[in-house]
Nanobody
Framework: QVQLVTSGGGSVQAGGSLRLSCWAYGHSISRSCMGWFRQAPGKEREGVAVIDSDGSTSYADSVKGRFTISQDNAKNTLYLQMNSLEPDDTAMYYC???????????????????WGQGTQVTVSS
């Protein structure tokens, strides 16, 4: 059974930092396409960052230069380092996985079929 366990959310002031973690149980992330998504109240879910098994990454324009996606294969854990947080970053954040390579045309349209439970990030001005 595959599970993604997400942690690290919280409340910070604008300009602050948080690091989200996503521990994968039941499958190796080293052979997976992994991603972070977020959903704010009243808005559609949007992709934030995705990392392929070869380490290549893709970011939403709104987070480029502020967020960094990475993974520790030895710990089977995915991370999202979020710096210079803004109130518009407030959302529930989810990690996702698909046990194949990412969609080469658009990482964010990869067929993610495993999702974590979500962790809330709240940024105050």
């Amino acid at each position: 059974q595959v599970q993604l366990v997400t942690s690290g959310g919280g409340s910070v002031q604008a300009g602050g930092s948080l690091r989200l973690s996503c521990w994968a149980y039941g499958h190796s992330i080293s052979r997976s396409c992994m991603g972070w998504f977020r959903q704010a109240p009243g808005k559609e879910r949007e992709g934030v960052a995705v990392i392929d098994s070869d380490g290549s990454t893709s970011y939403a324009d709104s987070v480029k230069g502020r967020f960094t996606i990475s993974q520790d294969n030895a710990k089977n854990t995915l991370y999202l380092q979020m710096n210079s947080l803004e109130p518009d970053d407030t959302a529930m954040y989810y990690c996702a996985a698909v046990f194949s390579r990412c969609d080469r045309s658009d990482y964010f349209t990869s067929r993610f079929n495993y999702w974590g439970q979500g962790t809330q990030v709240t940024v105050s001005s």
